[in-house]
C-alpha cells in the first residue's frame, strides 16, 4: 500500500476525520510556535487582485487560518477529489463563502480553462496522486504565464521515530523510518519532479521538531495513518486492540523513562513559476 493508492486514499479522506487526528498532534506538540499554515502563506507573494486554485483542499484549515490577512480582491476556488472533504471545507467556511467557490475535482483532470489563475496551491497532497505528470501537466495549463505553483511536501526523514510505533501495529513491517516506501513527492525528489513544468523552483523549509508529553494524541495519530489501515484488514478486531494497547503501554515506558517523546518534522514549500 503506497500513499499514492486510490482505494488508500478513499478510504483515508473520505472525510476529515483521520486528517484532523493528524492535525491535532501537530498544532499541541510542535516546537515552533508559528504554524504552519500562517508559514505557508507568507510566502504568497502575490497581487492585491489574484485569482487563486486550491488542490486538495482537504477541510480549508490554510484558509480558516489565515482569514484575517485575505486581500479582498483575491478570487479564490477550493478544491478536492473527495466530496466529503469539500462539504468539511465548506461547513468551516460557511460565515465566509462569498470569498471562496468550492468544487469537487480531480487534480489530474481540472475543469477550468487554460491560464485562468495567477496561482495554485497543492497542500501536503501531490504525494497522494496516482498520476503526478499528469496532474502538473494540468496545473500548468491552468496557470497564467509567469504564474505560481506552491506545492508544502514532507522529506523522507519526517516522522522516523514512529517506525517502531508502527511495527507494533503492523508487525509485518519492516521499513525503519515513518513511510513504508519513498514518498512519491518529497522535499528530496519535488524539484526534479516539478522542473519539465516550471522555469524557476526554490525550496523552503520550516523548521520544527514534535516535543510529545501525552500518550493518548499520539496513539490517535497511529491509528489515523496507513499503518493502522492496513493493519486493520489483515488481523482480528481483538488481535489489533491488543497491539494497541501494546503500544500505548510501551509509549507510556517511553515518556516515563525520557519525559517525552522527540519526533522529527522535515517539511517544506516548492515554490515553482511556470
Known amino acids: 500500500m503506497t500513499y499514492s493508492d486510490p482505494g488508500y486514499v478513499t478510504r483515508q479522506y473520505r472525510d476529515a476525520s483521520n486528517l484532523e487526528a493528524r492535525i491535532a498532534l501537530h498544532e499541541r506538540f510542535s516546537t515552533n510556535p508559528y504554524g504552519l499554515p500562517r508559514w505557508i502563506f507568507d510566502h504568497f507573494g502575490l497581487q492585491d487582485e489574484t485569482n487563486v486554485l486550491e488542490v486538495g483542499c482537504g477541510p480549508g484549515r490554510l484558509w480558516t487560518e489565515n482569514l484575517d490577512r485575505l486581500p479582498k480582491r ?3 476556488t477550493l478544491t478536492d477529489a473527495s466530496p466529503g472533504m469539500v462539504r468539511e471545507a465548506e461547513r468551516n467556511l460557511s460565515g465566509f463563502s462569498r470569498r471562496f467557490e468550492l468544487r469537487e475535482a480531480d487534480v489530474q483532470e481540472l475543469p477550468f480553462e487554460s491560464e485562468r489563475f495567477d496561482a495554485v ?3 501536503h497532497m501531490l504525494y497522494h496522486v496516482p498520476n503526478r505528470p499528469r496532474a502538473l501537466s494540468e496545473i500548468s495549463r491552468v496557470l497564467k504565464p509567469g504564474g505560481v505553483l506552491y506545492a508544502a511536501t514532507n522529506g523522507e526523514r519526517t516522522q522516523s521515530e514512529m517506525g517502531w510505533m508502527q511495527r507494533i501495529l503492523d508487525p509485518s513491517r519492516t521499513a525503519e523510518g515513518y ?3 519513498p514518498l512519491g513527492f ?3 525528489n519535488g524539484a526534479e519532479q516539478l522542473s519539465p513544468w516550471f522555469s524557476d523552483v526554490t525550496l ?3 523548521e520544527d521538531t514534535l516535543a510529545v508529553t501525552e500518550v493518548e494524541p ?3 495519530y497511529l491509528l489515523s495513518g496507513s499503518v493502522a489501515d492496513a493493519a486493520l484488514q489483515e488481523c482480528s478486531a481483538d488481535e489489533f486492540g491488543l ?3 501494546d503500544l500505548a503501554g510501551r509509549l507510556e515506558q517511553e515518556l ?3 519525559g517525552m517523546i522527540r519526533i522529527t518534522k522535515d517539511t517544506g514549500l516548492f515554490i515553482a513559476r511556470k
Request: aromatic letters at 12%; glycine letters at 4%; a neutral charge.
Open 74 to 76: 483575491w478570487g479564490i
Open 121 to 123: 496551491i497543492a497542500n
Open 179 to 181: 513511510f513504508r516506501d
Open 186 to 188: 518529497s522535499l528530496e
Open 204 to 206: 523552503r523549509r520550516y
Open 218 to 220: 499520539l496513539v490517535e
Open 243 to 245: 497491539r494497541v494497547s
Open 256 to 258: 516515563d523513562s525520557q
